[in-house]
């Protein structure tokens, strides 16, 4: 490289004063797990959101965890989701003792593939757990139509989709309504808002918003406010097997502020989107990404498939030796050590795969994204500047 550009990270939280000090009102109140600051955080989550109910917890996993128990996942059951995406919604499947059924992706959105979804479906399907990969809306209105017709809850794995919006009957809606049965967020750094680490369940179902309360607390009948402020001697009782999922009164009001913020960064990391379409079409090869008609993304990340001639690994050190951080495409679960064997299924009986291990032909779009993809630079705090160095620099590395 010519000269040397200023490093440049692949994401930043947007954090500041109000969040300090919201953190701060929390520690100082004395009441700092699961107390008014999660009630209030609550309550404007599911306002923003347009949900009837948002219940907090300590993180996406474990929200992701509850969601699936509330639509009554067991052991034995299979639930059909994506390979492609964080190792941690497949992971909340088997922690409910099911299988989780991978179909392949949509190369241009790096979502589920509508159109596969019937051919695994069997008579142990229980549920389906799409996800708004990276903040991009998935086809929910086909996957729905899909969905009823099989009689099976949809829950959204909507991790990274805060602030991303869906068109609906003519309307643009958030994701979070939600449009399926649950949706599931999360609020770790890497995401566009963040609490540290939380995560958020909504519904607009009462039963399972109250079935996520008490799972979240121990399987507690009476919640700590209540017990707190009552005139009477009350004893609890544990009506169910809980875990303890809270999120603390210091994340809640840290959340609270950053909710506050959200329709400024959603703005912003639309902007900065665009900026990087116009500015990387100058790139021989480099496959955009396209946001269909009916989403509007939050561009939670910026994923661009590399030309052909390209070498994905080259690139990426290139690119960190110029101080431009990258990461590869998606994950793909199936591929990693902790899904060998019996984990998981793609609808073929085990006994007739022919593919090799770290490969199914199902998956290959999948396979296809996380090994020729990589994840560019986007943050609030972003400068117009930076984005020309992280094309200037990817451009050169392409051309190697
Ligand atoms: C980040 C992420 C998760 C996990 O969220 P945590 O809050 O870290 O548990 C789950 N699913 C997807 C798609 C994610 O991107």
């Not at 919201?22 to 989550?45: D, K, L, Y």
């Not at 507690?220 to 009477?232: E, L």
Request: with cysteine; proline share 6%; aromatic share 6%.
């Amino acid at each position: 490289m010519s000269e040397k550009v200023q490093n440049i990270p692949i994401a930043k939280p947007c954090l500041g004063e109000a969040e300090a000090e919201a953190a701060s009102r929390a520690i100082m109140s004395g009441w700092v797990t699961q107390g008014p600051e999660v009630a209030a955080f609550e309550q404007e989550f599911a306002a923003y959101v347009g949900a009837q109910h948002g219940c907090a917890v300590s993180n996406c996993t474990t929200a992701l965890h509850l969601a699936l128990l509330a639509v009554g996942v067991q052991p034995g059951d299979e639930v059909i989701t994506v390979s492609h995406s964080y190792i941690a919604t497949a992971n909340s499947i088997r922690y409910c003792g099911a299988t989780p059924v991978f179909v392949d992706i949509e190369p241009q959105t790096f979502n589920i593939n509508p159109v596969l979804i019937e051919d695994v479906i069997s008579d142990r399907t229980r549920a389906i757990l799409v996800v708004h990969q990276i903040g991009m809306p998935c086809d929910l209105k086909t996957i729905l139509d899909i969905a009823h017709s099989h009689n099976l809850p949809v829950i959204e794995d909507a991790a990274c989709a805060i602030g991303s919006e869906i068109l609906w009957d003519g309307k643009w809606e958030k994701i979070g309504k939600p449009h399926g049965d649950i949706a599931c967020f999360s609020f770790h750094p890497r995401k566009v808002i963040t609490t540290g680490d939380g995560g958020m369940l909504t519904t607009n179902n009462p039963e399972w918003d109250k079935q996520f309360r008490l799972h979240r607390q121990h399987g507690m009948s009476v919640p700590d406010t209540v017990r707190h402020g009552a005139k009477q001697v009350i004893f609890e009782s544990y009506p169910m097997l809980g875990y303890n999922y809270r999120m603390t009164d210091i994340q809640a009001a840290v959340g609270r502020e950053q909710l506050k913020r959200l329709p400024e960064i959603v703005e912003r990391r639309r902007y900065l989107a665009q900026t990087y379409q116009q500015l990387l079409v100058d790139i021989p090869g480099l496959k955009l990404p396209t946001e269909p008609i009916w989403a509007k993304s939050n561009w939670q990340s910026f994923c661009v498939r590399l030309p052909e001639t390209s070498d994905q690994v080259q690139v990426m050190q290139m690119m960190l030796d110029a101080g431009v951080s990258t990461r590869r495409g998606i994950m793909c679960t199936h591929r990693e050590p902790a899904y060998k064997q019996e984990a998981w299924g793609c609808g073929v009986v085990p006994q007739d795969c022919l593919c090799k291990p770290g490969n199914c032909q199902h998956l290959t779009e999948s396979e296809q994204a996380q090994d020729r993809a990589i994840i560019l630079p986007l943050f609030h705090q972003m400068t117009t500047v930076e984005q020309e160095q992280v094309v200037e620099v990817l451009k050169a590395a392409c051309q190697v």
